[in-house]
């Protein structure tokens, strides 16, 4: 790394508002970290949508171990109590797949309005399988969905008798040496799909480099390297095509993809700039963390999320070059 830049990086972010960290690590060792305001380096605080990513691999090991035949499955198959008269025949067809690459028909929901019939709700499966209309066809295109990944978590759930939180900590932190603390839950009790699972930035880096090294950790394998590299293709246009120096913005299994200088860029994204930014031409793992703007979805937010956006591409990733 160019310490030069990458000192010039961390002082661009000190600046950023309500930044809380920053990890580099480059060839499988942490070779910078700083922290912001709070002392938070081995703190679980929520990193709100990375948690999708973590969903992502969640489905992978239920694949791997047998809980799940396909990603052709149907979800309404694993909520028979919810496919009542009257439902709209097309949530009948969405599967799986659909739901982890956000093709599954429902609308963009990263909004006041959806967050308040949610909290407002006693049964979200009700509302999202049942009472949320779908916008277009399963499969027909993409909108980001949240509605989708708690989807995931009641099927991960139901199929594999293992709360989100027991699955990541007997299947994927677990072998890591981590445990996983808090994930927090539905009415019904479902750990929450969209996110705000509890990690520390360590615990980010930790997830990042596994996926780097295709799904190993010290030399055992945590997830199937199949999977991962299923998981980081870029299936789906979004509605960014190009976000400042990232170019062709696309979207995978609950994976964003992107092009940074001619290098692929793979990164998990949460509200208010949680990220964990994977280059495998550099070898190279970027963990920030923030505030994560808990139901504020003003400029706010965005005005830090895309300060570190910006910050990330433009300054940490040339210093690997």
């Known amino acids: 790394m160019d310490a030069d830049m990458l000192a010039a990086a961390y002082g661009r972010a000190a600046e950023i508002p309500r930044m809380y960290s920053m990890l580099v690590v480059r060839h499988g060792r942490l070779v910078a970290e700083e922290y912001f305001d709070v002392p938070i380096r081995t703190t679980p605080m929520p990193v709100a949508s990375v948690g999708k990513s973590i969903v992502g691999a969640l489905i992978g090991i239920a694949l791997d171990e047998g809980y799940l035949v396909s990603l052709d499955q149907r979800m309404i198959d694993f909520f028979p109590e919810y496919d009542v ?8 067809d969405i599967t799986i797949r659909h739901l982890l690459q956000m093709r599954a028909g429902y609308p963009s929901d990263s909004t006041t309005e959806f967050f308040s019939l949610l909290t407002n709700s006693r049964d979200w499966f ?22 989708g990944t708690h989807l995931l978590s009641g099927i991960l759930t139901r199929a594999t008798g293992m709360s989100l939180l027991d699955l990541a900590n007997r299947h994927l932190f677990g072998p890591m040496g981590h445990r996983v603390q808090y994930w927090p839950r539905d009415p019904l009790g479902y750990c929450v799909g969209p996110g705000d699972v509890n990690l520390s930035p360590l615990q980010l880096a930790l997830f990042g480099q596994m996926i780097l090294k295709n799904g190993y950790w010290r030399g055992m394998e945590i997830l199937d390297p199949d999977w991962v590299a299923e998981s980081l293709e870029d299936y789906s246009a979004t509605s960014w095509d190009d976000y400042g120096t990232y170019r062709n913005i696309r979207y995978g299994n609950l994976w964003w993809y992107a092009e940074v200088d001619g290098h692929e860029v793979h990164f998990a994204w949460g509200h208010g700039g949680q990220f964990i930014t994977v280059v495998p031409t550099l070898d190279l793992v970027v963990v920030t963390t923030a505030d994560n703007f808990l139901g504020d979805f003003t400029s706010n937010s965005w005005n830090t999320e895309s300060a570190i956006f910006r910050m990330v591409a433009r300054d940490v990733i040339p210093a690997a070059y």
């Open 85 to 92: 008269p009257g439902l709209d025949r097309s949530k009948r």
């Open 126 to 147: 009700q509302l999202i399988i049942v009472d949320w209309p779908l916008e277009r066809s399963p499969g027909t295109g993409w909108a980001y969905s949240n509605a």
